[in-house]
Nanobody, 123 residues
Framework: QVQLVESGGGLMQYGGSLRLSCAAS????????MGWFRQAPGKEREFVAG???????FYADSVKGRFTISRDNAKSWVYLQMDSLKPDDTGVYYC?????????????????WGQGTQVTVFS
């Protein structure tokens, strides 16, 4: 069982930066694939970034070059550094965990979810 708690969301102007953090419980955190997803009002939840236990990373095309996912296995944290923010980045951001390696970008692949943190970008 894994419990996930996100933090770091907030209000930011266009072009600014935010860093999201996700604290994970559980002694096997280092073996989990971790992901960040977001959901805008009236839209489906979508993949943002993912990271395997060996730190290989994956990104949605919409955030490549602007967002960076990383993890600290010793402390059981995963991070999402978001730079050059745009209004389209607005939404609730969720941290997720799965024991699998495939389907990193698929919502259905993830077994555990945090409660989400709101990110609002204004122009």
């Amino acid at each position: 069982q894994v419990q996930l708690v996100e933090s770091g969301g907030g209000l930011m102007q266009y072009g600014g930066s935010l860093r999201l953090s996700c604290a994970a419980s559980g002694r096997t955190f280092s073996s989990y694939t971790m992901g960040w997803f977001r959901q805008a009002p009236g839209k489906e939840r979508e993949f943002v970034a993912g990271i395997w236990s060996n730190s290989r990373t994956f990104y949605a095309d919409s955030v490549k070059g602007r967002f960076t996912i990383s993890r600290d296995n010793a402390k059981s944290w995963v991070y999402l550094q978001m730079d050059s923010l745009k209004p389209d980045d607005t939404g609730v951001y969720y941290c997720a965990a799965t024991t699998g390696l495939s389907g990193v970008s698929d919502v259905s692949s993830y077994e555990y979810w945090g409660q989400g943190t709101q990110v609002t970008v204004f122009s």
